[in-house]
């Protein structure tokens, strides 16, 4: 539970793993072997923005476009072809559901859909994914986009949500 882990003591310094990116080695951002590489061991949280597929897919990526593809216009199946390296938060949550014991999943949630269907989407597909791993206590759920928190509150008001 996140109440109960080191994500929001203030009594320490808080060591997160930024989309998983190293110091000490090049490597692909938003990649199992990114968040897992030894560098990020230490990191008692995980942060990794969240974007959705034409198919309701979540996907771990900083923008709106892999390359110069829009993702929200494609599948994910699509996205996978061009972008092997492309993974979805469905991917992170089995990972972090095997481990002995969870980190705190700083999911930034990107307002890139411009509609309020787009953004429920965005959000309720989020929701699942958390409740299928039961990782809602493990969860933070942040956004600059205020409709999405809102919604993400009135799925479920136990996932603390942040505006950035």
């Known amino acids: 539970m996140i109440g109960h882990s080191h994500f929001f003591n203030s009594d320490i310094i808080l060591v997160g793993t930024h989309r998983g990116i190293s110091d000490t080695t090049p490597v692909t951002p938003n990649t199992l072997g990114a968040l897992y590489h030894p560098d990020n061991e230490p990191a008692y949280f995980i942060e990794v923005d969240c974007v959705l597929t034409r198919d309701h897919c979540v996907v771990l990526n900083h923008d709106p ?69 039961h990782l809602n206590h493990h969860a933070l759920l942040v956004s600059f986009d205020s409709d999405l928190l809102a919604m993400s509150h009135s799925l479920n008001s136990m996932i603390p949500i942040g505006l950035n």
């Open 65 to 133: 476009l892999c390359g110069n593809h829009a993702i929200s216009e494609h599948t994910y199946a699509q996205l996978k072809v061009l972008y092997p390296h492309l993974i979805t938060l469905d991917t992170l949550c089995n990972a972090e559901s095997h481990t002995c014991r969870p980190k705190g999943l700083y999911l930034e949630l990107k307002p890139y859909a411009q509609t309020t269907d787009a953004k429920r989407k965005l959000v309720t597909a989020v929701h699942a994914v958390l409740d299928t791993y």
